[in-house]
């Protein structure tokens, strides 16, 4: 399954792969049950929606995780910042990372914005 995920993403032909962001999303999601993390969303206080936050029961870990196909937009880009920001605040959590396809940057100290390849990578609970 995981190599037509890819390639559906990387070549979206027909209607059922239009939404690039969907099909990313789901690739992180299948990549934390296969560590066997609990992740769920999360809505702030004020609305905005969070994609994953993830626990790992025996280390205590927390993590925050905003899935998106690309940060150019600059409306795209405010959304999920603060979507993440509200709830690295709401939660206490100290950083928080934007997967997307190819973007790469930190904003801050405090997120991260990695290519979903680096981050399957180099994947660990914080």
């Known amino acids: 399954m995981g190599k037509e995920l890819i390639v559906a993403m990387a070549n979206p032909t027909d209607k059922q792969t239009e939404d690039r962001g969907a099909l990313l999303e789901n690739l992180v999601y299948m990549h934390l049950r296969r560590h066997g993390l609990a992740s769920e ?6 609305g905005n ?29 405010k959304r999920e910042m603060k979507s993440i920001l509200d709830s690295m605040k709401d939660l206490r959590i100290s950083r928080g990372t934007i997967v997307t396809w190819l973007d790469e940057f ?7 914005i990695i290519p979903v390849w680096k981050w399957l990578l180099q994947f660990r609970l914080k």
């Open 41 to 46: 969303y999360y809505m702030t206080g004020q």
């Open 49 to 77: 929606e969070v994609d994953f936050i993830c626990t790992d029961q025996a280390q205590g870990g927390r993590m925050l995780l905003q899935v998106c196909w690309s940060l150019e937009d600059p409306v795209t880009r």
């Open 106 to 112: 930190d904003w801050a100290e405090d997120v991260q």
